[in-house]
């Protein structure tokens, strides 16, 4: 039987209240946790069909529901090695040299690993693992 709640807060075990529009607003609409290492794998995700490896540090994620718009927030993250003569490790959304945005639409967000220079390197393309990007926005 399906049926619905509907509710304007929500009481925690500790008696505060929330607000219903504070959790549906907050929470992430899509997230994928991705190992880029060799054969790409992903680890855990939600509202994500897939990850595409494009080559070495670029990736294109393809959410299962869409955005209402692409003003959604992304927010990325990946682990660095400790110690590393590389520079800094990041991954990032593809923006082209007009700073208009590489695929990011309602459907899929493209996206690059890089490591910064260092003392000891240029930087460049890089298969980190794991990477974890998270998507925030209202959902088509």
Known sequence: ??????ADTI????GADISTSYVVNGSA???VNFNA???LAVQDSL???????NGQGDYTGAYSSAFNNDDYTTLSSLMTEHNSSRGCFFLAI???SDNSL???TT??????????????????????????INHMGDLA
């Open 47 to 53: 509202n994500y069909t897939s990850v595409t490896d």
């Open 1 to 6: 039987m399906a049926g619905k709640i509907i």
């Open 102 to 104: 590489t695929l990011y």
């Open 37 to 39: 290492r060799g054969t």
């Open 107 to 132: 459907t899929q967000v493209r996206m690059y690993s890089n490591y910064g220079a260092s003392a000891s390197s240029n930087g460049g393309e890089y298969d980190p693992t794991p990477c974890h």
């Open 11 to 14: 009481e925690t075990g500790a």
């Open 29 to 31: 609409k899509a997230w």
């Open 94 to 96: 593809a923006i082209e």
